[in-house]
């Protein structure tokens, strides 16, 4: 925006957080790792591959929510020469040329690339990883793409998959994301077809990178859920000589009866409402010890969310008693085959006084004649339904109890609780994936022309993740190493604030410039200095005009 003051220019633009965002992009030489390995741009000048993708950054970590036709419109009110490159103007950010980045990024190989950023994130942040995390989740695909046949092999296949979601009906792609435990930084990410397993997805991954990322940050533990605990994923974690913490399928026989052989009072407490009890096992082949956790505050949300369904599940049975109760069967073996068939099936509910009685039914229309009596025509089931309270207790009985297994079988080294601590890290993909499909992130969906496109852009939002993470890793670093505080949203001193509240905090801030060329950053105020300090010349660049 431009207004004239008595022959003096005034243009305002909106930095907000972008300076950081750009900063951290700096920092970690972002721009010039993907130029490294893409090459120039054959059609666009004005833009490298590199300063293409760090534009799509600063846009993802807008949270404005714009698709990639609006990259444009987007930077028009930003400072796309101080925050991009000092060449570069808003118009030549297009869909055209982001377009041909994305397919340049799936052509180098995106897994390999990203990786490649991520390992010299962690080095260059110095993060000590002590365990991995691997866990993958579905974004849902809008428009229309060539069929199977046409989509070829070597790329994603937008189909209908497992969704979670909960959209079966919607096409859909799986990112794959390998997170560490300290600062939460994506490792690894892998995108895969819609309907692609995860326990056969997870031990492919294991065996193809699980050694090489031991190699590279040093990790003790690879973590995973349940999609984790298959023989071949345990078997490719064993040949890579590497040590497990996942949690054991409740399908699985052996599981079921431990948990319910197993009594809180015979639990040790671990602290915060934790109890725990040891066995091993020799699933797969594999001594392992099983470690078998009580959980209070998941018991208390598990029965909250049972006694709710629970009723549901009750009222059903009985409607469909009532239903059953109103047919008439023609002989009694039918109706104690179809009682017997109910019984098996009810799950919330008893049946009392149950029985089969004679339907009878004089022939003849109107009142019937003296000494006339009426004939069989079937048979009906009676009886009174009722919600079951010792199912209902066995039921709660089970819930907080999870087993979590892992084979590093020294108890004296590795405690229950330290398994617990480490499984519990788990947490930090989740809050990545969450992140991701937040609806003020880039897209919760997208509509792109091809599949390599999307592929490539699945590598961008996690280059998002990537950035937000170790920004929000150093600043909380340093403010601990300088002591300084930022203030949180009950104005309290904080050393750990999240990068989504930073980035609040930063909004308001304009560059002004005057007669096209002295610049100033309005609305600075202590709190953006603090952070400023504490981040240093890579972001302080963005916001003091004396650095201009």
Sequence with gaps: ????????????????????????????????????????????????????????????????????????????????????????????????????????????????????????????????????????????????????????EGRIQIIPGYSRDHRPDLNQVVLQLITSNQGNIPLFMQAASGNSSDKSAFAEIVQQHLASFQAAVNNRYLVGDSALYTPDSLAAVIAAKGLFVTRVPMQINEAKELVDHTTLVEMSPLGEGYYAKESSSSYAGIKQRWIVIFSQAAYDRECKTLSKNFQKGAEKESKIFEKLATEVFSCPKDAEKHLEKLVKVLKYTDLAEAKIIEVKKHATVGRPKKDVQPSTIGYQIVGRIHRSLEKHQALERTKGFFILATNDIDSSSFPANEVLKTYKSQQSVERGFRFLKSPDFLVSSFFLKKPERIEGLLMVMTLCLLV????????????????EHFPDQLRKPSQNPTARWIFFCFLGLHVVILNGRKRQVTNLKERHRIIL????????????????
């Excluded at 400072?79 to 808003?90: A, F, N, Q």
């Excluded at 170790?470 to 002591?483: D, F, H, S, V």
Aim: hydrophobic share 35%; glycine share 10%; with cysteine.
């Design 1 to 152: 925006m431009m207004t004239a003051i008595q022959d003096i220019q005034v243009e305002t633009q909106n930095l907000d957080h972008l300076g950081l965002v750009a900063g951290m992009c700096d920092e970690i030489g972002l721009v010039d790792a993907i130029d490294a390995a893409c090459g120039q741009q054959a059609k666009n000048k004005h833009l490298t591959y590199g300063e293409c993708v760090k534009s799509m950054i600063l846009n993802g970590l807008g949270f404005v929510g714009r698709t990639l036709y609006l990259y444009s419109e987007y930077f028009e009110d930003k400072p796309t020469d101080l925050l991009i490159g000092p060449s570069v103007e808003h118009q030549h950010i297009d869909d055209n040329v982001l377009g041909r980045t994305l397919d340049r990024l799936f052509q180098i190989g995106v897994t390999d690339l990203y990786t490649k950023i991520a390992l010299s994130v962690v080095k260059h942040l110095g993060i000590q990883v002590s365990s991995l995390h691997l866990d993958s989740t579905s974004f849902h695909v809008d428009g229309e793409y060539e069929g199977l046949l046409g989509q070829g």
């Design 468 to 483: 937000y993470s170790a920004l929000e890793y150093k600043a909380r670093q340093k403010l601990r190493e300088t002591g």
């Design 533 to 548: 300090y504490c981040l240093g010349p890579p972001y302080q660049k963005f916001y003091y005009s004396e650095r201009w």
